[in-house]
């Protein structure tokens, strides 16, 4: 894991924050197409990322298992097929198989989440979105307020209470006071803009031989 981490404090200081971002934007589509030993070696290779990562990839799935479920039953008995087994209420043999790719797959996207909060620290995940958001500016969206949006959503998602302690929130006081947010510029390099090309060129090869 200490290897690991060596890796992303290099990575993080040799690729612009804006970069790793549009990486993680690419290959989490990408992460999408995946099927059969494809999600379960992503899977085998996720815990390398650290215990922090699966941590939060664990409450991420915890505070989602609704939608787990309703997911895997509306999936499971949509699907037309032979009976997995005997009985009027049996899903189908390819509704299962379906409903378990699926679900896998939103949890790893889940996953891929918590590896971006856990591994991008907060200054750094708002400069990449600020950055984004520029050209979005001649169409009459303010990356300011996008960036400062993002970072009160960030707050309130670290900070809501279970729903058992939803007094909490009545009682939290009011923030009157005035808040500064800098972002520290850096500029691309040569190296940024080449591996956003080779990165969406790899994955626009694997999603169309997925098709």
Known sequence: MSRMRDFHIKWGAAVHPTTRLVVWLLLLPASQCLRGEQLLVAFLVLPFFG?????????????????FLSLFVIVAWGEAGEPAWAGASAPAGEGLLA???????LLLA?????????????????????????????????????????LLVMRHIETLPRPRDWRILLQAPANDGDEVLELAERRFSWFDPLLMLLVAGLVAAFCLRQV
């Open 110 to 150: 889940l996953w891929a989440v918590a590896i971006l909060l856990e591994w991008m620290p907060v200054p750094e995940l708002l400069l990449a979105t600020h950055r984004l958001l520029q050209p979005l500016r001649h169409c009459g969206i303010d990356p300011d307020r996008g960036v400062v949006r993002l």
């Open 99 to 105: 409903a378990c790719t699926q679900s896998g797959r």
């Open 51 to 67: 215990l922090a990562a699966l941590r939060r990839a664990a409450r991420l799935a915890w505070r989602t298992r609704w939608l």
